[in-house]
Structure formats: structure tokens, C-alpha cells
């Protein structure tokens, strides 16, 4: 295999493509003037490792004919191998038009790049998301998202004039060059880069270090600090425990520690490679590549969305190509009897072995406040995360109640917000109709408006589960699309979905706000359950029946659920009242 900084044209710093001194400063007085863009954190991210050649030979934002090239056959329209679609998506009324100049901007308003608009398109994401992901199931994570993106893309040549502000780890944040010459100090030829958006316990410790070694290299360990699955351990935590491993478990030759600001797809077999070819621009020529890599979990029916060993199948078949070799390993297992970990097809099947496995970690052990045994992570690792877990009755969880108007949500919605506080949790309540009134005033009820108002409650609810509280949400969320999405920005497991399940002649005959006889006048128009759709939830956490129950009763039945889960402690105190 040849060494990755010789493989050519890959690999190269893209210095033309980052404006600096005197041009940067004439640039970034041009920029000001220019219409501008403000770009999600997905595309700053891809932003910036187009801009330090991470994602070589890309040096843009995907133009109709790559995209095309990349859906369909996994190549760039010049032949060249990359399988994930990097696109920057608009709005329609976004004011861009071909042959203009646009500043774009992140989400604090700070100008990043200019844009030479090359080609504006409308791009089809049902296609992307069966072709490229796979499924249309709106479980996944990216497919979720991409049905909130704008119907239309840009492409251009850029001119960037600063990178996004990353002011954490900075002594770890290394581009491909910086990295390739760290790599080169090391002074040996194989690298062995390991993808990790996940703490690394001894197991994983174990492998990477059998990985490098058996290459005779060095290991890039090369965490993903930009998006990553929602719910994943937010990577301060993370960083720490790499830190603490390298520090002190790793040899100092043969490890290097260094970060990637990617924005995962969750993309399976197709990721896999993509991370091949990033990693062989960083300078590896090897890449660990594990069960289920980038897999984002479970589909809706419960059924893993790639197979186990699909993305290591991809890689090796696209090996020579990239310049980096996959490496694969057998389930690895801690074996008490000799204070080792092995490959289980190096055992024989009457061996005693131990493993914890994920859920195990998170249930049994971080939510219940009990510390990992020493075999399975280092005690720095342990106290680390013990720090960021509090027990699972102290952790953030989002209620999200949708239902027909008139349904009974705020009701049980109330009814729950006190049945929480007299259990002695935080909670706060965010109704649509009061949510209108504040955070999104202004808002109309278009399709557009609708999805904004919820996304709005969505991104406020993470962040007070993220900070350890209860959100309480009754929204009637009519489309499932937006409500997945919500589900998609808090932590996995942390959101109880329920279903008010309430007849629409029910729900009218409620009417207190006299809002379903003015829709069936015609005076209104667009409203849910009379001349614009309700999409009820496919697989809810929970269904509730308002008419045989009371708002009181549902609201047990809630708090069981939260029991059941671990959210608060013992089941209900109350006797249950229809």
C-alpha cells in the first residue's frame, strides 16, 4: 500500500481556496456588501474541511451534475470515488440567483466565505435518501432532517475567508497537513486512523492498540466533534477521555490525538467509505472499521438499518482505489480468568468471558449512579463519565403530547406538570398556543410557519433536557416529518411521544375557542382535522384515550411510563381516577 502522503492529487492543502492577510481583509469588505446566506452547523462544518482539504478532491459544495454523479454511482462527475452527497441547501426565497456573489454566514452572523453562484437546483430527497441512505424511514437521522432542508442547492467557487470559531482543544484541532506532518514526526510508514464518536473503554483501547500494531504504525485516533447522532455523549466529554487515555495508556510514539470537525450522516456502508477517503487525506492508509459502522441504530419496525459487516464489505471493495485498507475485527471479549481481552474466534466455546454492553453502560450502570468496573474502562474514564451521567431520576426527558385541537393535550399536559413537581422534578411547560404568543410570534399557519413554530419548541426542549429538566410540550405537530425531527435533536431514549388520541367530532364538539366552526364556515382556512391534514403517529411511546379517561388518569399513566423508564422514582402515588 502506498504512503498516503504521496498519493496524488488527494490529500493537498487547499491553500488557493483560504483567503489570507491583506486578501482576506480586502475580501471580507467586499463580503459585507454582498447579499448573504446564514448556513446551518452541518454545512459550516462541511465548510471548513472542504476548506483544509478534508474532503479532497471536493473543493465545493456539490454542483447538480456531482450530485447526480454521486447518488447514482458513488463517483464525482471527473470519475473521482465519493459516496456522500455534500450539498449547501436554500430556501426558495433565499434571493440567490446563477452569476452572483453571495457572503455566507454562520450562526452568529460572522461572514465565513464568498460564493461565485455557479448553479441553483431543485434536488429530489426521497431519491437521495433510498439511493444514498437507503430508506426513507424518517427514524433515521439524516432522512429526518433533510425534510426540513431548503428544495434547493447552491454551488460555486469559494473563497473563504475564515473558518468557523472553534475555541475548544484548539492544540487539537489539526488540518490534513498539519496532521500528515505529525504523522511524518512519528516516523512510521502505516497509519491506522480509528473513527470514534463514542467514550473508549479498555475494549476499545485493546483493539486500537492490536490495529496499529499489527501494521507496525502509528494510530491516529480521530474523533468526530462535529454533528454526530443525537443523544451521542457531547464531545467535551468525550476529548477528555481520549486526553486521559493517550496521556497515560497509550505509547507516546504511536498514538496520535487529533479532531475532526465532520458532520455525520449516520450513513452505514457509504459513511464507511467516505471516512476512508477523509482519513486517507489526513494522512492514513489503514482504517478501523467495526460492526455496524456510522449505523444510526434501528428502523422504525425495530430492524437495524445496514447489516453488520456492510460497511467493512465496502471499504475492502474500494481499498486499492482510496489507499486505505480496512481493519477488521471479531467481537472482543474480557476473559476474567486470565485479566485479558481476546477475539471470541480465539476461544473455545467453554471459556468464562464478561462484556457490558451499551445499553448496559447507560442503564445499569451511569443511570444508576454505580461506577464501571476497572476491567471494562480506566477509573479515569469511569470518573469522567460519572461526572456528565447523573442517575437516570436527575436526567433531562421530553413529554411531547400531539393530537387534534381540542384533544385534551394541555389538559393532561397540566395534569402532569404538577403529578412531576410534587416528585421534585424541574419541569417547563411549552404549549403551542402560549409559545405563539412569545417565541414565535409573527408566525402564520402555513405548512413553512407550522414546521418553524415546532422546531422552535423542539430546539428549546433539548436544550432543557440537555441541562437535566423535564419539557413538557403540547403542540398539535400535525406532520410527522417535524415531529421526527424533533425526536432527532434530543438525546436517544429521552423523548416520550404521546398520541391524544381523540375522535375529530369529539374535538369539535369542545370547540371552546370556536376555532372548528370557523374553519368549516370557510373563514379560516388550513386548519388540521378540516381542510389540512392530522398525520397521527405511527408508533407513539404512549396512546391516550380522552374520552373514557380523565386528563388526571392519563397523566398516571404517563408518569408510570417515566417510572418504568427510570425518569422518576417508584411508580405512581395516586389512585387512578376515569
Not at 52 to 60: A, I, N, W
Not at 311 to 332: I, N, S, W, Y
Not at 464 to 492: E, F, K, L, N, W
Not at 554 to 578: C, D, W, Y
Amino acid at each position: 500500500m502506498p504512503r498516503p502522503d504521496i498519493i496524488s492529487p488527494y490529500g493537498g492543502e487547499l491553500v488557493d481556496l483560504v483567503a489570507v492577510g491583506e486578501r482576506a481583509k480586502d475580501l471580507l469588505a467586499e463580503a459585507s456588501a454582498l447579499p448573504s446566506v446564514q448556513i446551518s452547523e452541518r454545512a459550516a462544518c462541511d465548510l471548513e474541511l472542504l476548506a483544509v482539504g478534508g474532503f479532497s478532491p471536493l473543493d465545493r459544495f456539490m454542483s447538480s451534475r456531482d450530485l447526480r454523479s454521486v447518488v447514482e454511482d458513488m463517483r464525482l462527475s471527473d470519475g473521482s470515488l465519493f459516496p456522500i452527497p455534500v450539498t449547501l441547501p436554500l430556501e426558495a426565497g433565499a434571493g440567490v440567483s446563477l452569476d452572483s456573489r453571495i457572503a455566507l454566514r454562520d450562526s452568529r452572523n460572522d461572514i465565513l466565505a464568498v460564493m461565485d453562484v455557479e448553479d441553483v437546483y431543485e434536488w429530489d430527497r426521497d431519491e437521495i435518501a433510498r439511493k444514498v441512505y437507503g430508506t426513507l424511514d424518517l427514524r433515521h437521522p439524516i432522512v429526518a432532517e433533510m425534510r426540513l432542508w431548503g428544495r434547493y442547492n447552491v454551488s460555486g467557487r469559494l473563497q473563504v475567508i475564515q473558518l468557523p470559531q472553534r475555541p475548544d482543544f484548539r492544540e487539537l484541532r489539526l488540518t490534513p497537513a498539519q496532521t500528515r506532518r505529525a504523522l511524518r514526526r512519528a516516523g512510521h510508514r502505516n497509519v491506522a486512523a480509528f473513527q470514534t464518536r463514542n467514550p473508549l473503554h479498555r475494549v476499545h483501547e485493546e483493539l486500537t492498540k492490536r490495529a496499529a500494531a499489527s501494521v507496525d504504525g502509528t494510530l491516529l485516533l480521530h474523533p468526530v466533534v462535529g454533528l454526530t447522532k443525537p443523544g451521542d455523549v457531547d464531545h467535551f466529554t468525550r476529548v477528555r477521555t481520549y486526553r486521559a487515555l493517550t496521556e497515560r495508556y497509550y505509547d507516546r510514539d504511536r498514538v496520535l490525538l487529533s479532531l475532526l470537525p465532520l458532520a455525520m450522516r449516520m450513513g452505514g456502508p457509504r459513511e464507511a467509505l467516505w471516512h476512508a477517503i477523509i482519513r486517507r487525506n489526513f494522512g492514513a492508509n489503514y482504517l478501523i472499521v467495526g460492526r455496524d459502522h456510522a449505523g444510526p441504530g434501528v428502523d422504525s419496525h425495530g430492524s437495524p438499518f445496514y447489516g453488520p459487516y456492510d460497511a467493512q464489505e465496502l471499504v475492502e471493495r474500494h481499498a486499492d482505489e482510496v489507499g486505505v485498507k480496512p481493519l477488521t475485527f471479531t467481537e472482543l471479549v474480557y476473559v476474567p480468568s486470565e485479566g485479558r481481552y481476546e477475539e471470541v474466534s480465539a476461544l473455545s466455546p467453554n471459556v468464562e468471558t464478561a462484556s457490558i454492553s451499551g445499553t448496559q453502560v447507560r442503564d445499569e450502570y451511569l443511570n444508576a449512579g454505580r461506577t464501571l468496573p476497572e476491567w471494562f474502562t480506566r477509573p479515569e474514564v469511569a470518573d469522567i463519565l460519572a461526572d456528565t451521567y447523573p442517575p437516570k431520576h436527575r436526567q433531562g426527558v421530553c413529554i411531547w403530547f400531539t393530537g387534534l385541537s381540542g384533544a385534551g393535550k394541555s389538559t393532561t399536559a397540566d395534569a402532569l406538570a404538577v403529578l412531576l413537581m410534587e416528585r421534585g422534578r424541574q419541569i417547563t411547560v411549552l404549549d403551542g398556543d402560549v409559545v405563539r404568543t412569545h417565541l414565535s410570534k409573527g408566525l402564520g399557519f402555513s405548512k413553512e410557519d407550522r414546521d418553524a413554530n415546532i422546531l422552535r419548541i423542539g430546539y428549546v426542549a433539548s436544550e432543557i433536557v440537555r441541562h437535566g429538566g423535564v419539557a413538557i410540550c403540547a403542540a398539535i405537530s400535525p406532520y410527522t416529518a417535524t415531529r421526527d425531527a424533533v425526536r432527532s435533536m434530543v438525546a436517544d431514549g429521552h423523548f416520550v411521544e404521546v398520541f391524544v388520541d381523540t375522535p375529530l367530532e369529539v374535538c369539535e364538539a369542545r370547540d371552546s375557542k370556536g376555532m372548528y366552526a370557523k374553519a368549516r364556515a370557510g373563514e379560516i382556512t388550513g386548519f388540521t382535522g378540516v381542510d389540512d391534514p392530522y398525520e397521527a403517529p405511527p408508533r407513539p411511546e404512549l396512546t391516550l384515550d380522552t374520552v373514557a379517561r380523565s386528563a388526571e388518569s392519563n397523566a398516571l399513566v404517563i408518569m408510570e411510563h417515566l417510572a418504568e423508564a427510570g425518569f422518576v422514582r417508584g411508580g405512581s402515588q395516586r389512585t387512578p381516577k376515569t
